[in-house]
């Protein structure tokens, strides 16, 4: 059974930074990546990346966050910089082979 673990959240200031990580339990995916939820919120994604390293950011993140994978370590990462409260959320790791993974979730807080 493929899981995804993450770790990496936690509470922070509004301008501070985080690291998510999450590693499966798997040879390398396709494209891995992290959707985030907020309360009362749909899932919304905030980063992808394939094994070549191609990254894909959303509008809202860009220039902050930064996404990166150790293929040989099978972990894909994210770094958060000059957070703000509307990044508040729970993250999710992703990956896709033939079907989608996901990861159950990492609390990311950001106090103004």
């Known amino acids: 059974q493929v899981q995804l673990v993450e770790s990496g959240g936690g509470l922070v200031q509004a301008g501070g930074s985080l690291r998510l990580s999450c590693a499966a339990s798997?040879?390398?995916?396709?494209?891995m990546g992290w959707y985030r939820q907020a309360p009362g919120k749909q899932r919304e994604l905030v980063a992808t990346?394939?094994?070549?390293?191609?990254?894909y950011y959303a509008d809202s993140v860009k220039g902050r966050f930064a996404i990166s994978r150790d293929n040989a370590k099978n972990t894909v990462y994210l770094q958060m910089d000059r957070l703000k409260p509307d990044d508040t959320a729970v993250y999710y790791c992703?990956?896709?082979?033939?079907?989608?993974?996901w990861g159950q979730g990492t609390q990311v807080s950001v106090s103004s």
């Open positions: 992703w990956a896709r082979a033939m079907f989608d993974y």
């Open positions: 798997r040879n390398p995916f396709s494209i």
């Open positions: 990346i394939t094994t070549a390293g191609s990254a």
